[in-house]
C-alpha cells in the first residue's frame, strides 16, 4: 500500500503518467498498470483522463490527501527509527543542576538505559546558570536545571514540571501530629534538616521561611537527600523535600510522613529543558529531547491520577 500510494502521489505531482515514469525510473505501461490495479482494489476512479492530461475524481483527491499524509508519516517513522538505532551506540552529555541530579534524573537516566541498554549517559552538575553556559557552549547536549531560560535568545527554554516543597518527617516520633491542615507556624522551633545553601531549593526553603516569620530549630545541613532521609529518624528531626524525590516507596522504606503544607504549595519553581543550536543537533540527541519530555510528560500525567 505504502508504495502504491508513493506513486499515486507521484503521478499526481507531475500531473502526467510519463513523466511520473521517468521520475520513478519504470515504463509508462507499468505505472499505468499499477494506477488501474489501485482504482480496482480501491473500487473507484482516481483519474479523469482528458486527452493526456489527468485530472483528480474527488475520490482521487482524498486519495492524494491520503498518500501525502502518509508519506510525511513514514518519512517521520524513519527519521525517529534512525535517531533511535543511532542511540543504541550514542554517548549523551546532560548537564543538571545538583537539585535535579539528585531529584528528577536518577529516574530519567533509569528509563533511557531500560529502553536503550546500549547508551552511555554522561552526567555534569553546576548552578543552572553554569548549565546554560555549558549548553550554549555545546559541552553538553542539553541541560535540566530547576529554572527556565528566557532572557537568552539562543537557547531554548521547555518547561517540564513545577516543584513544590513538602515537610517530611519520621513516623516514629511524630505519629501524633496534626496532618491536615498542617498550621506552618507549627515549624517555629522544629527540630529540622536543611539542604546546604547555595541551591535553588535551599533558596526557595530560606525564601518560605522569611515570609512566613518561622524559625525552626536547623540541627543539621547536608547537600545530599539520601543522608537527609537516613538521619531524619536519628536526630529526631524534619526537613523539607522538593515533590519531584518524594517516592512512596520511599518513605515507605524509611518510615516516614509526607505532610503537604498549604502555604507552600503556593510557591512552586519550574523545572526546564534547555538546548541550544538545534540545527547542528544530532538526529540522536533530537530524539532523546523529546524522549526526555515525554518521559516528564507520563510522570506529571501518573501524579496527577
Known sequence: MLEDMKLFATVVEHTSLNRAAERLNVTQPALSRRIARMERELGVDLFRRIGKRLELTPAGQITYEFAVELRHSYSDYLQKLNAYRSVDTTLATIGASLTTLQTTLPGLIASMTEKHPHIEIKAITGKSHEIATLVKEGKVDF???????EDDPSITS???FEDTLMLVLPKLHFHTIERS???VENLNGMPMILFSPGTWY???????LRRYGLKPDVRMEIDS???IIRLLAPLRAGTLLPRSYIRP?????NGLLVIPISEFELTKRTTSLIYSQPVWM??????????TIAYFGRAGTAAAD
Open 225 to 227: 537527600f539520601e543522608a
Open 143 to 149: 541541560g535540566i536545571v530547576a529554572s527556565s531560560v
Open 282 to 291: 544530532t538526529a540522536s540527541t533530537k530524539y532523546l529531547i523529546e524522549e
Open 158 to 160: 521547555i518547561p517540564l
Open 181 to 183: 491542615p498542617f498550621p
Open 249 to 253: 516507596e520511599l518513605m515507605e522504606d
Open 202 to 208: 535551599r533558596t526557595m526553603t530560606d525564601e518560605l
